[in-house]
């Protein structure tokens, strides 16, 4: 899965990278916000990372995006 879209102000991408998926923000001016490997099973602790950085709608929508794969 290589996918990258816009959720609220953000760009995100996810990236597979063979055994494992990477997910990198940038914000509307282009400049990277987060990028960070996405565990198997990612726990609470990474989605509020997300959240921390972007907002609420991005994680809801990565986590869409992951189930759909």
Same mark, same amino acid.
């Given at each position: 899965?290589?996918?990258?879209?816009?959720?609220?102000?953000?760009?995100?991408? %996810?990236?597979?990278?063979?055994?494992?998926?990477?997910?990198?923000?940038?914000?509307?001016?282009?400049?990277?916000?987060?990028?960070?490997?996405?565990?198997?099973?990612?726990?609470?602790?990474?989605?509020?990372?997300?959240?921390?950085?972007?907002?609420?709608?991005?994680?809801?929508?990565?986590?869409?995006? %992951?189930?759909?794969?």
């Amino acid at each position: 899965m290589n996918t990258m879209f816009r959720s609220d102000p953000f760009f995100v991408r %996810i990236r597979d990278r063979g055994d494992r998926m990477e997910l990198t923000v940038w914000n509307q001016l282009g400049t990277k916000i987060m990028s960070e490997f996405i565990a198997s099973d990612p726990g609470g602790n990474f989605w509020n990372l997300v959240e921390t950085h972007t907002s609420e709608t991005v994680v809801t929508d990565v986590k869409e995006r %992951i189930a759909a794969r």
